[in-house]
């Protein structure tokens, strides 16, 4: 009855410069903070859009340069979707989860299944033909931004990197984790005893999926102006297992 | 490139008494608030776990009281479930959506597609056949709650009630919403312009799911300790809107 109060504090970091390829984001990032003043503690997490890691990793296609292959056409003949568009999509892809008109939902290489293998089309770096990659593998990219920073700061953080999707049967998209570094992806309560003595039998929580969405409150402004957050005060379970264990196997799936 | 860093804070409430029908919720977190010396602000968001709403309304089942019907009969053999559990459900459902060994996936009177229609089983007052359903209409509850804390506090503050899911095509579980009051459920983008000028044009975020998984950072830990959470420092839509638009309609469904 007297424990104290839990408080997790979410403070998004803005004023981040366009990052380009090669760029060392750990150091801007942690510059950056410096500049505001945030302290980086030991087992903080850092949330990063995959945006600005794709960037920093030149994960960038001209489409004018993408010639597609025929089954690209027809998909995008499906779909109404860009040909050339299609040609990227399929080449990031596994295999093709549905493609109906306006939608082209596929598995990537790390399971993720999601419209566009998260090819982003809003704009990069301006240029109308332009798209971007997902990291080519974001678990990667999270371990090795969290090496970096511990080597500028001496600090063990943990590192996630999300993107914003859709959800099946649910309206409207959230942030979910993509890459990890330093968190486990779930918090397992199963065979645990709640206060009262009784098993919970079936909670396994994607935390790192609820750190996403809970870092896209602040990272999720509209614009590219804040796309790191830093989760101060969370207690969570270090490790260093793949984001892609929070994909489902196709062999679980209800809803195909 | 000078603005100030935004910070959201999380701040779990424990120690609430065990919650008992017609108990009133808002006083009792009202109180608690105040012995935490927690401040109660204009526009901060309370995020309330449904189960303890579910209790104080009383939505508790003895389910030896209950007859399966036929029907539950032969849904309890396909899926291995209680049928006296399967009869409460489809009593909460207005469609079974997947039946198989295992799962009861059903859509709640709401259009909330979830399985056991967030029926309770884990334990309800220690009793073994008793268990817990949702809030009879979680918005009507949010916006009680809504009215009782400003009555109380003279405090606007934006109610949130919380369930626990799983999710098609992603392990593990997440808290989502599924009662609002005084908050939109969707932070709507579409339309807008980046800092480029260009436009973003699908972007619709499920800002309450959000809100309700970062709740859950505090909010989940495995037992009732902790069952509600305040958010501060969240620059937010207010609007009366319903949960349920959070429920993709059955027509748009890609995935069945």
Chains 1, 2 share one sequence.
Do not use: Q
């Not at 709640?194 to 750190?211: F, H, N, Q, S, T």
């Amino acid at each position: 009855m007297h424990r104290t109060p839990l408080c997790i504090r979410i403070i998004g970091v803005p004023g981040l410069p366009e990052i380009k390829p090669g760029d060392d984001i750990a150091e801007i990032i942690v510059n950056r903070l410096h500049e505001y003043n945030i302290s980086l503690d030991e087992g903080d997490i850092i949330v990063i859009a995959s945006k600005i890691v794709s960037k920093a990793e030149g994960r960038i296609v001209d489409l004018n340069n993408v010639t597609p292959s025929a089954k690209a056409l027809k998909l995008a003949e499906v779909t109404g979707k860009d040909p050339r568009l299609v040609e990227v999509v399929l080449r990031e892809s596994v295999k093709v989860v549905k493609a109906v008109k306006g939608h082209l939902i596929v598995m990537t290489k790390h399971g993720l299944v999601c419209a566009n293998a998260g090819v982003d089309v809003s704009n990069v770096a301006g240029r109308r033909d332009t798209v971007l990659l997902l990291p080519e593998d974001p678990d990667v990219s999270a371990r090795k931004l969290r090496k970096r920073i511990r080597e500028l700061t001496g600090k063990n953080v943990a590192v996630i990197i999300t993107d914003t999707y859709g959800r099946p049967l649910r309206e409207g998209h959230i942030d979910m984790a993509i890459g990890l570094a330093g968190i486990k992806p779930f918090k397992d309560y199963r065979g645990k005893r709640d206060l009262k003595g009784y098993i919970l039998r079936v909670k396994r929580v994607a935390v790192a999926d609820e750190i996403a969405s809970a870092a896209e409150l602040v990272i999720g402004n509209g614009d590219e102006g804040i796309p790191v957050a830093i989760i101060k005060g969370l207690v969570y379970e270090r490790g260093d297992e793949s984001a892609s264990l929070l994909n489902m196997k196709e062999e679980k799936w209800l809803f195909k």
